[in-house]
């Protein structure tokens, strides 16, 4: 039982070795493709927003992502498909992704609390003037 256990494990090990994809000539550089995700995922989240700009330079994201990063669709597909075939490799450039995205959430969180807050203190501000001006009159 014990070497059929072993011998199992050992294959196992022996077969996530393998290559299942051969890497691509002109793989984008892991980092880069860090980049190129996190900017898609920005862009695809205001999508709506942006919208009016990519019309007035003909563009799709598609086609901004290509031009800024100089690179094509087969360049792009043929590197994600290379990556999503080691999966470890995969998750850790979607984990830096999403810490990426989650640092920018929370500085945006940060500058609207901050925007908020100077409102609502201007508010107060003004209803404070107005009483007293109201009060002042009275007198």
Do not use: W
């Amino acid at each position: 039982m014990k070497r059929t256990v072993t011998f199992i494990l050992a294959l196992l090990f022996l077969s996530c070795g393998e290559e299942v994809i051969e890497k691509p000539e002109n793989l984008i550089p892991k980092e880069e493709m860090v980049n190129i995700l996190h900017d898609l995922a920005l862009l695809k989240s205001a999508q709506n927003n942006i919208k009016p700009i990519l019309e007035h330079k003909e563009l799709t994201i598609m086609e901004f992502l290509y031009q800024k990063y100089q690179i094509d669709s087969a360049r792009l597909a043929q590197s994600d498909l290379y990556y999503a075939s080691i999966p470890l490799e995969y998750q850790a450039i979607y984990e830096e992704i999403d810490a990426r995205l989650e640092k920018r959430k929370k500085a945006m969180e940060g500058r609207t609390k901050k925007r908020n807050d100077s409102v609502r203190e201007a508010g107060k501000r003004r209803k404070d003037s107005i009483k007293t001006l109201r009060e002042a009159k009275e007198d």
